[in-house]
């Protein structure tokens, strides 16, 4: 049950993140659950490897690379989702950080 809720709040996050930036869209609830549910999927299994492949720019940069992977796997996202579109890199750039920032405070306000 914890796992619904917790797609269904990512889910949330993607409509809201995607409303507050003109250069993504999403079309509707069904587009951000896969969002979530494929966002998921790929910070659990490419994210790592991508980390692993990159570790020696990551530690130059003081781990501020980790931003373009983040970039990198929204875009892939939104070529993997139908009814999810970004506009080029710095949208997605700023789409997962502001998604990251939505995310967290809308798992703060449910557990309390």
């Known amino acids: 049950m914890n796992t619904i809720i917790s797609l269904v709040i990512s889910a949330l996050a993607v409509i809201v993140t995607a409303y507050l930036l003109p250069g993504v869209t ?27 492949l990159t570790l020696p720019i990551n530690i130059v940069t003081i781990g501020l690379f980790t931003f373009v992977i983040n970039a990198i796997i929204i875009i892939l996202v939104s070529k993997i989702v139908p009814g999810f579109k970004v506009d080029g890199f710095w949208w997605a750039l700023l789409f997962s950080i502001i998604l990251s920032v939505v995310n967290g405070l809308m798992f703060a306000i449910i557990k309390d």
Do not use: R, S, T, Y
């Open 26 to 52: 999403v079309a509707g609830f069904i587009p951000a659950l896969l969002v979530a549910i494929v966002l998921g999927v790929l910070n659990a299994f490419v994210k790592p490897i991508l980390l692993f």
